[in-house]
Every structure is written in C-alpha cells, then in structure tokens.
Nanobody, 121 residues
Framework: QVQLVESGGGLVQPGGSLRLSCAAS????????MGWYRQAPGNYRELVAA???????NYADSVKGRCAISRDNVKNTVWLQMNTLKPEDTAVYYC???????????????WGQGTQVTVSS
C-alpha cells in the first residue's frame, strides 16, 4: 500500500519560513519524481516544485528563489523549504510521487492528503 504523509504545515507570518516533509512508503522511492503541488480555494492545483530521481529540479516562477526542494532516497523523504512566505502562498500543499514505467507504458501517480499552509499576520 502506497502512502505519502505530509507534515510541517501551519500558520506563519509574512516573511517567515516553513519546511514541509513528505515521507513515502510502499514505493521504490528512488524511481519516482517527487513533487509538491498546492491548491488554494477556488484555484486549480498547481505545481510548486519537483525533483527527479536523478536530482534535477524545477520550480514554479512564483516560488523561484524562495523555495528549495530536496530528497533523501535512503529516508524515502522529500522536503520543501519555503522562505520569505507571502499571503498568496496560502494553500493546501500536496506531495506527489510519479513514475512512468516505459516497459509497460503505465504511469504510477500517487498523492498525499495535503497539509495546510497559511501565511497571515
């Protein structure tokens, strides 16, 4: 059974920092691209940051320079360090694990339950 368990969300003042964690189980973690997405009320879910199995990263323009994604393939954990937080960063943040098995042309895609991040004074 695949599980992605997020933690680290909460209430933070503008300009503050948070570090989100996502612990994975039930998957060969090192095979997967891991991502953080967010969804604010009334908005679509959007990619915040992703890191491939090889360690390549990409970020949404809105968080470039403020966020850093990292992973540990021994601990089966991915983190999102968020700095200089803004009220518009307020959303539910979701962890995603994605792997395309080219041998069988099947995409494995899993989501966590989400963790609330609220940026407010």
């Amino acid at each position: 059974q695949v599980q992605l368990v997020e933690s680290g969300g909460g209430l933070v003042q503008p300009g503050g920092s948070l570090r989100l964690s996502c612990a994975a189980s039930g998957v060969i973690f090192s095979d997967y691209t891991m991502g953080w997405y967010r969804q604010a009320p009334g908005n679509y879910r959007e990619l915040v940051a992703a890191i491939t199995s090889g360690g390549s990263t990409n970020y949404a323009d809105s968080v470039k320079g403020r966020c850093a994604i990292s992973r540990d393939n021994v601990k089966n954990t991915v983190w999102l360090q968020m700095n200089t937080l803004k009220p518009e960063d307020t959303a539910v943040y979701y962890c995603n694990a994605n792997w395309f098995d080219s041998d069988i042309e099947y995409e494995y895609d899993y989501w966590g339950q989400g963790t609330q991040v609220t940026v407010s004074s």
